[in-house]
């Protein structure tokens, strides 16, 4: 039930956030103000709005049925065989669900594909985007790797082991709507500041992912590159985070309370 209930929790999420999703990628990858994203998903217009949801909704409803259902599991294997404390143990189960996540790492590369402009010309649909790709070989479904592993795992980590002590914090829950409202504001502060956390690392991701070809360059050495192209500002490799700080607040809040609402009534 676990696994099902992170995947519906993840198509709900989806369906709701992908436009605000699509101008957060626009400015990752091309450093726009968020005014300057929306105008250029203006001029694409209404018809490829949703243009790229297939990738990452067959990504996230798997990825989060993962997240949740292999914490589950991989918390009660390394309860069963380990005596460690129980701190370790769910952190290093965390990060081993993020870890295993990351082999849906091809469709994080063709949704990047798919939204990016540049791209409208070269593909139609994401399985004509996996069918170019096939071309390159299969290392090439898996360009921008080495960040997916930097962010899942740790975030992950940080996600499982502070739902619970910031959902203690909150008022006590005393009906069905209160919890649902706790839940909601537990996951939204939780996705909110990890998506903060790791917005550079998500950055470079994008970088990396939106190449087609070419050499497969090492994760310090793209980020590098951002840094001088974004004059070695800090808060030039954060364009964009405002706006994923709400996009995550709403995203995560409705994840981790469709979660927990659809664990309680299976």
């Not at 999420?13 to 436009?19: E, K, S």
């Amino acid at each position: 039930k676990h696994y099902l209930c992170g995947y519906c929790a993840a198509f709900t999420n989806i369906a709701v956030t992908f436009p605000i999703q699509k101008v957060l990628f626009r400015q990752q990858l091309y450093g726009l103000k968020t005014k300057d994203a929306v105008h250029q998903l203006q001029q694409d217009g209404i018809r490829n709005l949703y243009r790229g949801i297939l990738p990452p909704l067959m990504q996230k409803t798997t990825t989060l049925a993962l997240m949740f259902g292999l914490y589950e599991d991989f918390s009660s294997l390394l309860y069963s065989h380990t005596s460690a404390p129980e701190l370790l143990t769910r952190s290093l189960a965390a990060v081993l669900a993020g870890t295993t996540e990351a082999v849906l790492t091809p469709f994080e590369r063709v949704q990047t594909l798919l939204q990016d402009y540049k791209h409208h010309d070269k593909f139609t649909n994401t399985y004509q985007a996996f069918k170019v790709l096939k071309a390159y070989g299969m290392r090439e479904y898996y360009r921008g790797l080495v960040p997916i592993l930097l962010r899942n795992g740790p975030s992950n980590a940080l996600f499982f082991g502070l739902r619970g002590p910031i959902k203690q914090c909150l008022p006590e829950a005393t009906s069905y709507s209160t919890h649902l409202i706790n839940d909601f504001i537990c996951g939204g502060l939780l996705g909110a500041m990890l998506g903060f956390l790791f917005f550079p690392v998500n950055v470079v991701k994008t970088r990396m992912q939106a190449q087609i070809g070419g050499e497969f360059q090492s994760f310090s050495k793209v980020f590098a590159k951002i840094w001088l192209e974004r004059d070695r500002k800090l808060i030039h490799l954060f364009r964009g985070a405002h706006l994923n700080y709400h996009r995550s607040v709403l995203s995560w809040g409705i994840i981790n309370a469709t979660y927990e609402f659809l664990l309680k009534l299976l």
